[in-house]
């Protein structure tokens, strides 16, 4: 279990990038999985990327394939997701969330999360 604090969201205007990271604090980051969820109003949490505890594995939603990254670095504990090629579509506040495992078995397996940060994707 890890505490989480995400930065890195905005305004962009469509077609643009931003990169949000998360910092984790806590002796287990290099031991965790990894993600990155999203939520616009009135909808449901829904999942975009995830990130094994070594880094070499990573899942990612159909609807970001191609224009999101992440990447981790466990020397300073941190996991960023790169986005480009933003849409309107794309707004929603960004949580990133931690499993206690190596890879998550279920996308309810992330059982820590930070507290948000707003994506606004607007002209």
């Known amino acids: 279990q890890v505490q989480l604090v995400e930065s890195g969201g905005g305004l962009v205007q469509p077609g643009g990038s931003l990169r949000l990271s998360c910092a984790a604090s806590?002796?287990?980051?290099?031991?965790?999985?990894m993600g990155w969820f999203r939520q616009a109003p009135g909808e449901e949490r829904e999942f975009v990327a995830g990130i094994s505890a070594g880094g070499t594995a990573t899942a990612y939603a159909d609807f970001v394939k191609g224009r999101f990254t992440i990447s981790r670095d466990n020397t300073r504990d941190t996991v960023d997701l790169q986005m480009s090629s933003l849409k309107p579509f794309d707004t929603a506040v960004y949580y990133c969330?931690?499993?206690?495992?190596?890879?998550?078995?279920?996308?309810?397996?992330?059982?820590?999360w930070g507290q948000g940060t707003q994506v606004t994707v607007s002209s």
């Open positions: 806590g002796r287990t980051f290099s031991s965790a999985a």
């Open positions: 969330a931690a499993c206690s495992r190596a890879w998550y078995p279920s996308l309810g397996a992330f059982d820590t």
